[in-house]
């Protein structure tokens, strides 16, 4: 089965400085979704790419896939306390069954 | 905007008693899913449903059951609920026809159940 890996499993960073969260599929992706999560709350969707070589940004989030669909990077631009939370990559399966996740990265934004 | 009702935010039941976590869309979607997520585990697929009385096993369906009578609401049944079973359970559903970006799970805000 696919599995994905993230990395790293948790990160503290300092408020304005960037950062990067990784995710390595052991199989090539159909599609490559990023989530965010608050604590105890549900997912919500960030991006998601599809081509190899894809690159997508939204405000200071920049998502990317490489050419061969088995890794994608999540960077985000000047960190504010709003980007804290727990950020998933889920790979598609290549059928209705939903996706398969990453056990995600926990972001910290310190003041 | 689609949105994922889930009835229950937080449940707590003793250990052998029946557990219904309900879950509605209001966007028509035919595809429905539950997972259940745990520390160091991430989310795991329990059940799925293609379409209304429609089901199939994810990677962990034991102790687990569904129900799909309407489109709209995808219900997740423990039979007898077992400590194990203490878990946050999460609903998505899912637009199933090929247009880009039509595939996007949308999250449900999550039942938390804690088994006594």
């Known amino acids: 089965s696919q599995e994905l890996e993230q990395s790293p499993q948790s990160l503290i960073v300092q408020e304005g400085k960037n950062l990067t969260i990784n995710c390595t599929s052991s199989k090539t992706l159909y599609g490559l979704y990023w989530y965010k999560q608050k604590y105890g709350e549900g997912l919500i969707f960030l991006m998601m790419l599809q081509k190899g070589g894809e690159e997508k940004s939204h405000e200071k989030i920049t998502a990317k896939l490489d050419e061969k669909k088995q890794q994608s990077s999540l960077h985000i631009t000047a960190s504010q306390p709003s980007h804290a939370g727990i950020y998933l990559c889920g790979g598609s399966r290549g059928g209705a069954d939903g996706l398969t996740f990453g056990k995600g990265t926990h972001l910290i934004i310190q003041p | 905007d689609v949105k994922v009702t889930q009835s229950s935010r937080y449940l707590v039941k003793r250990t052998g008693e029946k557990v219904f976590l309900e879950c509605v869309q209001d966007m028509d979607h035919e595809n429905m899913f539950w997972y259940r997520q745990d520390p160091g585990l991430g989310l795991r697929l329990i059940y799925f449903s293609y379409d209304v009385k429609m089901k199939e096993k994810g990677d962990i369906p034991e102790g687990y059951s569904v129900s799909r009578e309407k489109k709209e609401r995808f219900s997740l049944i423990l039979e007898s609920a077992s400590t194990n079973q203490t878990s946050m359970y999460l609903c998505?559903?899912?637009?199933?026809?090929?247009?880009?970006?039509?595939?996007?799970?949308?999250f449900g805000a999550g039942s938390r159940l804690t088994v006594l």
């Open positions: 998505a559903s899912r637009y199933s026809g090929f247009v880009a970006g039509a595939n996007v799970l949308t």
